[in-house]
């Protein structure tokens, strides 16, 4: 038979955290090895410590463990890799760089690498941005990101190794917490309203930016990885769409449930990213190639975060 085990790198962030648990649904528990810097209390079941920049341990947990799918989901985000651009890049790249010739050595079937919306930047057109657009980053994270779709893509043509990857707009869920991000204050808005606590938002009132509800995101990344492989067209990363709403609309969604609920606006050095960054997103290569849909709009998405946090 032919068994898939799956390796999660950055199991313990926003994104792993979630993504292992519907992982293990869909594959079993045990085929499903999670993996981070260390061990999360509540996580130590099927779990090892790896530090992803040291090829050899990446190269042994794969070959130990005879892994098939890898999930790549350690990097540093926007917003914390400005503090430390050069460290940024060179975890972002050296992660990648192992995780794609680990896979390329010991023929690992699927690889997922995650891209963004921070590939945009300069001259974009920053409504419908489309699939094809110019991508001049403005951070250091968009840039590994860039370089990380064209590698991925180089990988692909030059190798054959199936990497898929998906551009990711800002992750709003309630199961965990972003870290570091430009679009954080989405999820950190519904923590405040929820303590009956008013927020502080670093962007501004009208900032406009591509979002999306977990369940969509985790939805996304799995499709994609099961997608007919001759459907896909897009090697690089696919542009997604979920919804657009700005920090104002977010918080009167929020008012529909918690009417005093009070937002303040300081927008801070994040402010310059935002505004560098896509508006809502064309999504129709996704569309026509995986039959991507998005369930969740900001209502609905208002409504779960809610009723979760409560
Ligand atoms: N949510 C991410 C960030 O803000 C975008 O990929 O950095």
Not at 37 to 50: A, P, V
Not at 88 to 106: A, G
């Amino acid at each position: 038979m032919n068994k898939d085990v799956i390796l999660i790198v950055g199991s313990n962030g926003q994104l792993g955290t979630v993504l292992t648990e519907k992982l293990r649904l869909n594959y079993g528990a045990v085929n499903v090895i999670a993996s981070d810097l260390y061990k999360k209390i509540g996580s130590e079941d099927n779990f090892i410590t790896l530090d992803a920049t040291d090829f050899k341990a990446v190269e042994e947990v794969v070959l130990k463990n005879k892994i098939t799918q890898i999930y790549h989901l350690a990097a540093i985000l926007s917003a914390k890799g400005e503090q430390n651009p050069l460290g940024t890049w060179d975890l972002n790249m050296k992660t990648l760089f192992n995780v794609l010739e680990v896979s390329r050595l010991h023929k690992v079937k699927k690889v997922f690498f995650p891209s963004s919306i921070a590939v945009f930047g300069e001259n974009i057109d920053k409504e419908n941005t489309l699939q094809s657009s110019n991508l001049t980053p403005t951070t250091v994270y968009g840039m590994s990101k860039v370089a990380g779709e064209n590698w991925a893509n180089y990988y692909f043509k030059k190798y054959g190794l199936d990497v898929r990857s998906l551009r990711y707009p800002g992750v709003i869920g309630y199961q965990s917490l972003p870290g570091g991000g430009t679009t954080d204050y989405a999820v950190d808005i519904f923590h405040k309203a929820v303590k009956n606590e008013s927020f502080e938002c670093f962007l501004d009132a009208s900032t406009m930016l591509p979002m999306m509800y977990m369940d969509d995101v985790i939805r996304a990344t799995l499709e994609l990885m099961e997608a007919d492989k001759e459907k896909l067209t897009i090697r690089t990363s696919y542009n997604i769409a979920g919804m657009s709403f700005n920090p104002e609309q977010i918080a009167l969604s929020i008012k529909e449930y918690y009417p005093d609920f009070k937002i303040a606006y300081k927008p801070d050095f994040r402010q310059v990213i935002a505004n560098s960054w896509p508006k809502c997103i064309d999504d129709t290569a996704a569309r026509n190639d995986w039959n991507w849909k998005p369930e969740y709009n900001l209502n609905l998405m208002t409504k779960t975060m809610i009723e979760n946090l409560k």
